[in-house]
């Protein structure tokens, strides 16, 4: 797999750690986050998303394949954790823009 470009893997690092604050960081202050069917916009409702959906489970996302999109990286891995049905295969679709997650959805 090629390198992933810096805000995402400071993302998935800080994922590895559950390091709410580093994985909050490498997102855009009006970032928006798609995850089960719902949204969140901004620093303040990712943070909370981070936690409930992340830290709660203690999930953990390992990147296996990536690939670009129409301007999207496609990052394709398994997620495991404490939740039913650990791992899970998950998409997550990032949208850049200045060294930033700009979109983060997740499928």
Known sequence: ???????????V?????LDPEG???PF????????DGGEHHG??????WIQEATLA??????PETCRDDD???VVDGLTHG??????????????LDDDLIRVLEIS
């Open 1 to 11: 797999m090629p390198p992933l470009p810096k805000p995402i893997a400071d993302y």
């Open 13 to 17: 690092s800080a994922n590895a750690r």
């Open 23 to 25: 994985m909050l960081q």
């Open 28 to 35: 855009a202050g009006d970032a928006i986050v798609r995850d």
């Open 43 to 48: 620093q303040a409702q990712i943070r909370t």
């Open 57 to 62: 489970a203690r999930a953990i996302f390992t």
């Open 71 to 73: 301007g999207a990286l």
């Open 82 to 95: 404490d939740f039913k049905g650990s791992p899970i295969r998950f998409t997550l679709r990032f949208t």
